[in-house]
């Protein structure tokens, strides 16, 4: 069965807490960005946070996209066109706890925004969610002052836009690599920036994160920069991939702390090299086969030596299903149709199932929680969930 786009629009939030969403910018001093044609210019990063609130009587949900970031929607073939969020923009804090544990969120060629239905539900049930826009990555990067800085296929090692490389398919890994590395690079200098807040300053965050109990997810090439990130980065407790392939040296080694893996199904890396070419899906057999044995290879890694690792994949899930569009009507023959057409789960079923394996993740390892059932193994109530790297 071929699942089918949402007109509904992002699924309510389940936890106590209203939500609220505000947006930051940080400047980072001592990095160059690289992705600039201009070599003073210094890393500059926007970052939108969802988090438990206190809004006042009546106050509006904020618009899902805002104006000037539509092109990420657009990119898509997404209809955003007013749509609402949950979230209530710059709501205060609520009050029912001195602070709140932190996620750091990466995603890999789109702003945060498209991930809001799960910082949403995360924010809901006590999180403070800290989504970080990988500059020149995303269709757009948006800042306070009017600049608007466009995507940069380097930011996105090529992946996105017509595929033409003609390098060695090892030259094409490398630059992989090198952009998840400088994404991690980015969620350090965030987590830099949140230390920084004094306990004693005004401000919507100051003084109200738990920074003992940091943690960080990620989707695609922002799995592999949230693992990488807390392999190097001893402030960071725990991280979740959403089906990330590990380019950098966390899929090699692994890292000693815990770990959980959400992974959709991959049936275009089933195939040997000789058998992917021969059926038109590569054209290059040596390339397919190292590709695969990265993939597959680092998620067993992850899982053997991560303390503990929790490794899952979920029936009839996409790369995409993780993200929002599934959840969002879209328009024309856009490629959010094309990616509905190879997932067979339900959108909403989804967001269930990665939302409720975050939380039972997060809950056990910067709560101190017991470990649930659905951490633990099978269970007849999630039967798409398959246990153990594949």
Known sequence: MQATSDPEGLPAPTGRHPVGRASFEWVDPGRVDVYSSNPQDRRELVVWVWYPAAPGPGAERAVYLPEPWAPAGQLLGLDTAGLRSHAVADAPLADERSSYPVLVQSQSGFPPLLLAAIAEELASHGYVVVG???TYESAVTVFADGRVVPMSPAAVAGLLGPQTETRPYQEQFAQRAAVCDYKAA????????????????AGLLAGRLDLDRLGALGHSF????????????????????????????VGRVGLDRPVLQVLAEHPQLAPSGAEAVAAGMATDAAAYETEKAITFGGW??????????????????????????????AQGEGPVKAMLAATSIAPRRMWR???????????????????????????GDYPEVLFGSP
Not at 353 to 379: E, K, R, Y
């Open 132 to 134: 970080v826009n990988h």
């Open 353 to 379: 199932i990665t939302c409720d394996l975050l939380l039972a993740f997060f809950a056990t390892h910067l709560q101190q929680a017991a470990v649930p059932p659905l951490l633990m193994g099978p269970s």
């Open 300 to 329: 067993r890694t992850v899982q053997q030596r991560a303390r503990p690792g929790y490794t899952v994949q979920v029936k009839g899930a996409g790369h995409l299903s993780f993200l929002d569009v599934g959840l969002l009507a």
């Open 186 to 201: 980015d969620l350090a200098s965030v987590a830099d920036q949140l230390e920084q807040l004094p306990a004693d300053a």
């Open 222 to 249: 922002g799995g592999n920069a949230a693992l990488q990130w807390c392999r190097n980065d001893r402030r960071c407790r725990a991280a979740a991939n959403l089906d990330g392939a590990l380019w950098t040296e």
